[in-house]
Nanobody, 121 residues
Framework: QVQLAESGGGLVQAGGSLRLSCVPS????????MAWYRQAPGKQRELVAA???????NYADFVKGRFTISRDNAKNTVFLQMNSLKAEDTAVYYC???????????????WGQGTQVTVSS
């Protein structure tokens, strides 16, 4: 079983920046594609960005040009650099391990506690 630990969230003013980190641990430490999701109150969890072990990336349209996903394979850590934050980015952010790559890839059903990002306008 993989455990995912997210950190780096907080309260920031609109236009500010945050950097999220995700450290996986457990039996499957050599992971494939990983992603960041977010869930705002009253809304469904949605994909924010994804990255393969080789560094290929994919972004949701609402974060393109503002967020950057990256990973350090040596440390099994995934990052999400968030710039030009908006109030609508307020959500709990989760990292996930994907079962593949492409439009049909879905996350495995293990989630961490998430990290709260709150953007004040």
């Amino acid at each position: 079983q993989v455990q995912l630990a997210e950190s780096g969230g907080g309260l920031v003013q609109a236009g500010g920046s945050l950097r999220l980190s995700c450290v996986p641990s457990g039996s499957r430490v050599n992971l494939g594609a990983m992603a960041w999701y977010r869930q705002a109150p009253g809304k469904q969890r949605e994909l924010v960005a994804a990255v393969t072990s080789g560094g290929f990336t994919n972004y949701a349209d609402f974060v393109k040009g503002r967020f950057t996903i990256s990973r350090d394979n040596a440390k099994n850590t995934v990052f999400l650099q968030m710039n030009s934050l908006k109030a609508e980015d307020t959500a709990v952010y989760y990292c996930a391990v994907l079962n593949g790559w492409g439009p049909h890839a879905v996350p495995y059903d293990y989630w961490g506690q998430g990290t709260q990002v709150t953007v004040s306008s």
